[in-house]
Protein backbone atom coordinates (compact mmCIF):
# COMPACT_ATOMS: atom_id res chain seq x y z
CA UNK A 1 0.00 0.00 0.00
CA UNK A 2 3.03 2.60 0.76
CA UNK A 3 6.36 2.31 -1.19
CA UNK A 4 9.32 4.28 -0.57
CA UNK A 5 11.83 4.57 -3.56
CA UNK A 6 15.44 5.50 -2.48
CA UNK A 7 18.02 7.47 -5.06
CA UNK A 8 21.51 9.46 -5.14
CA UNK A 9 23.42 6.77 -2.51
CA UNK A 10 26.99 6.21 -3.99
CA UNK A 11 30.69 6.44 -3.30
CA UNK A 12 32.45 9.68 -2.47
CA UNK A 13 35.39 11.32 -0.90
CA UNK A 14 36.09 12.28 2.61
CA UNK A 15 34.93 16.20 3.23
CA UNK A 16 32.47 15.63 -0.37
CA UNK A 17 28.97 15.80 -0.15
CA UNK A 18 25.65 13.56 -1.40
CA UNK A 19 22.09 14.24 -1.65
CA UNK A 20 20.03 10.88 -0.89
CA UNK A 21 16.10 10.98 -2.34
CA UNK A 22 13.29 9.04 -1.01
CA UNK A 23 10.06 9.03 -3.12
CA UNK A 24 6.59 8.22 -0.94
CA UNK A 25 3.95 6.52 -2.69
CA UNK A 26 0.64 4.33 -1.86
CA UNK A 27 -3.23 4.75 -0.84
CA UNK A 28 -1.75 7.58 1.65
CA UNK A 29 -3.69 9.78 3.25
CA UNK A 30 -1.28 11.74 5.30
CA UNK A 31 2.11 11.74 5.83
CA UNK A 32 3.20 12.64 9.35
CA UNK A 33 6.53 12.08 9.60
CA UNK A 34 9.42 10.77 7.60
CA UNK A 35 13.14 10.04 8.52
CA UNK A 36 16.55 8.62 7.38
CA UNK A 37 18.37 6.27 9.25
CA UNK A 38 21.58 4.08 8.53
CA UNK A 39 23.00 0.88 9.45
CA UNK A 40 27.05 0.21 9.13
CA UNK A 41 28.50 -2.98 8.83
CA UNK A 42 28.13 -5.23 12.19
CA UNK A 43 26.36 -2.15 13.92
CA UNK A 44 22.39 -1.75 14.70
CA UNK A 45 20.63 0.43 12.82
CA UNK A 46 20.03 4.49 14.09
CA UNK A 47 18.13 6.98 13.35
CA UNK A 48 19.83 9.51 11.31
CA UNK A 49 17.56 12.76 11.00
CA UNK A 50 14.07 13.28 11.13
CA UNK A 51 11.18 16.18 9.92
CA UNK A 52 7.64 16.35 11.38
CA UNK A 53 5.58 17.36 7.78
CA UNK A 54 2.91 19.41 9.55
CA UNK A 55 5.43 21.64 11.45
CA UNK A 56 8.56 21.46 10.08
CA UNK A 57 10.45 20.76 13.11
CA UNK A 58 13.36 18.44 12.62
CA UNK A 59 15.68 16.30 14.62
CA UNK A 60 19.25 15.18 14.34
CA UNK A 61 21.33 12.45 15.69
CA UNK A 62 24.28 14.67 17.06
CA UNK A 63 26.99 12.96 14.76
CA UNK A 64 25.39 14.64 11.89
CA UNK A 65 23.86 17.88 13.27
CA UNK A 66 25.51 20.77 11.59
CA UNK A 67 26.46 18.75 8.08
CA UNK A 68 23.27 16.72 7.52
CA UNK A 69 20.12 18.86 6.20
CA UNK A 70 16.95 17.15 6.04
CA UNK A 71 13.97 18.25 3.82
CA UNK A 72 11.14 17.45 1.43
CA UNK A 73 9.60 18.74 -1.03
CA UNK A 74 6.24 21.28 -2.05
CA UNK A 75 4.29 17.87 -1.92
CA UNK A 76 5.33 16.80 0.86
CA UNK A 77 5.63 13.15 -0.47
CA UNK A 78 9.77 13.22 -1.20
CA UNK A 79 12.15 13.28 1.61
CA UNK A 80 15.61 14.52 0.90
CA UNK A 81 19.34 14.19 3.02
CA UNK A 82 21.87 16.55 1.91
CA UNK A 83 25.07 14.85 3.18
CA UNK A 84 28.13 17.27 3.42
CA UNK A 85 31.55 17.17 4.94
CA UNK A 86 31.15 13.45 4.61
CA UNK A 87 33.62 11.52 7.28
CA UNK A 88 34.82 7.41 6.75
CA UNK A 89 32.23 6.84 10.02
CA UNK A 90 29.22 8.33 7.50
CA UNK A 91 29.47 4.59 5.43
CA UNK A 92 26.69 3.09 6.29
CA UNK A 93 23.69 1.87 4.18
CA UNK A 94 20.61 4.41 4.63
CA UNK A 95 17.15 4.17 4.80
CA UNK A 96 14.27 5.88 4.46
CA UNK A 97 10.94 5.74 6.53
CA UNK A 98 7.37 7.06 6.85
CA UNK A 99 4.41 7.36 8.64
CA UNK A 100 1.31 8.67 8.48
CA UNK A 101 -2.37 7.16 7.78
CA UNK A 102 -3.84 5.57 4.75
CA UNK A 103 -6.88 6.10 2.86
CA UNK A 104 -8.29 3.39 4.96
CA UNK A 105 -7.57 5.54 8.21
CA UNK A 106 -5.05 2.92 9.57
CA UNK A 107 -1.63 3.84 10.58
CA UNK A 108 1.19 3.01 8.58
CA UNK A 109 5.16 2.82 9.21
CA UNK A 110 6.95 1.90 6.00
CA UNK A 111 10.97 1.71 5.17
CA UNK A 112 12.92 1.99 1.62
CA UNK A 113 15.10 -0.94 0.47
CA UNK A 114 18.32 1.10 1.46
CA UNK A 115 20.91 2.88 -0.61
CA UNK A 116 25.04 2.31 -0.02
CA UNK A 117 26.99 5.48 0.60
CA UNK A 118 30.53 4.85 0.99
CA UNK A 119 32.68 7.47 1.79
CA UNK A 120 36.70 6.89 1.31
CA UNK A 121 39.60 8.05 3.14
Known amino acids: QVQLVESGGGLVQVGGSLRLSCVVS????????MGWYRQAPGKQRELVAT????????NYTDSVQGRFTISTNNAKNTVILQMNSLKPEDTAVYYC??????????????WGQGTQVTVSS
Open 51 to 58: LNTSGGST
Open 26 to 33: GTIYRINV
Open 97 to 110: NAGGILTTFRKFLS
